[in-house]
């Protein structure tokens, strides 16, 4: 099973869009973990992520935690700020799903 981390600022914004990813994975008939966690959980959470989504109100972030998973080989990406602000769901799990088949 694979597992999609979403980071926001406090881990709560992205219950919602957490949600949302589920639905649309169980309509696929996906089998996928996906939860959120605060962005200072990261470096926690790393080791057992496939892929880790970075929300929009954190994306300064993603340089230095891209940096810090690039040698564990796991992938870093911001989430589109319209996807976010949307609750496109759908969107953001195909994006999941892309890194997570690189």
């Known amino acids: 099973m694979h ?8 881990g709560m914004s992205t219950s919602m869009l957490v ?5 649309e994975a169980q309509t ?3 089998a996928l973990e996906i939860y959120a966690v605060p962005v200072a959980e990261f470096e926690r959470e790393l080791p057992q992520a496939d892929v880790i989504l970075l929300g929009p109100q954190v994306k300064y972030e993603a340089p230095r935690l891209a940096a810090i998973a690039e040698p564990q ?4 990406a911001v989430i589109e700020m319209t996807d976010y602000g949307m609750m496109r769901g759908a969107a953001v799990l195909d994006k999941a799903l ?3 088949r690189r």
Do not use: P, Q
């Open 3 to 10: 597992r999609i981390v979403l980071c926001c600022a406090a």
């Open 19 to 23: 949600n949302k990813m589920k639905a």
């Open 28 to 30: 696929r008939a996906l």
């Open 73 to 76: 080989g796991k992938a870093v």
């Open 98 to 100: 892309a890194l997570i």
